[in-house]
């Protein structure tokens, strides 16, 4: 794995520490289920492989799995794999260990795209969207449109609102930013002794940052559950046939 020059301006931090207990799949973390005999990261990681604007990326793997990651790295040859570093106990921290690894080659001024290596469907469109509103305003959530009734619920699980879907959209990833500023947050949140955030978003938002969108497709999913998995497989599928067949 090669060492990030210090002049790369953008770079992925694709977290994976989770086990997946939603999936129902006690052998495998879900990152690395197969489909098409390919893991579900290594779909992700070969899109940050393909775009050109980016320069590297630090994979932040779930404990006990990091040998297996660095042999996937090498069978795919995914050459712009910088490190695989192990996550943390929670979300939060998994994203705070891969940016204070990535401070450590580089300097404030990198764009940091945070993204799910359980969320495949991207593709380099979307990566330079982010990069590109990074360098202009500072931040780019990738957002997609709410497409089902959003409800308020209180304690008892009774509606007590119907929002406009209109004016909400559904908050996914990448979420990018400057490295200076999203680990200047992250150790604001240390300090306070904060670990309830469950995303970048929410954690620069808590602390007054301004956050740019950027429009994502539906199609970008998240894969936790076995529909989740299904779903992504039949969109696999889809492209092949379209691609076959020019539909």
Avoid at 30 to 55: A, G, H
Avoid at 91 to 100: E, N
Avoid at 169 to 195: C, F, T
């Amino acid at each position: 794995m090669k060492e990030l020059d210090k002049k790369y301006e953008a770079v992925g931090i694709v977290f994976a520490g989770g086990v997946g207990r939603r999936m129902k799949n006690d052998a495998l973390p879900k990152q690395f289920l197969k489909v098409n005999e390919k893991p579900i990261i290594v779909y992700t990681l070969e899109v940050f492989q393909r775009t050109e604007e980016i320069d590297g990326v630090i994979v932040v793997i779930v404990s006990g799995w990091e040998q297996y990651m660095r042999e996937l790295v090498d069978e795919y040859k995914l050459t712009k794999v910088i490190d695989i570093v192990t996550g943390g106990v929670n979300t939060q921290q998994s994203q705070y260990k891969g940016l204070q690894r990535l401070a450590s080659e580089t300097n404030d001024e990198t764009v940091v795209l945070i993204h799910d290596g359980v969320r495949p469907l991207i593709d380099s469109k979307l990566l330079k969207d982010n990069i590109e509103s990074v360098k202009k305003f500072g931040s780019a959530i990738t957002i997609t449109p709410a497409i089902e009734t959003i409800t308020e619920v209180d304690d008892s699980k009774n509606i007590v609102k119907i929002v406009d879907r209109g004016n909400h959209r559904m908050a996914r990833a990448p979420q990018s930013y400057r490295l200076g500023d999203i680990l200047n947050v992250h150790e604001k949140a240390i300090a306070d002794n904060r670990v309830d955030f469950i995303d970048s978003a929410s954690l620069m938002h808590a602390y007054g940052n301004r956050l740019m969108t950027v429009e994502g497709s539906t199609e970008n999913i998240k894969v936790t559950t076995p529909v989740d998995y299904f779903v992504f497989k039949g969109i696999l599928e889809a492209r092949t046939q379209r691609d076959i067949f020019g539909q």
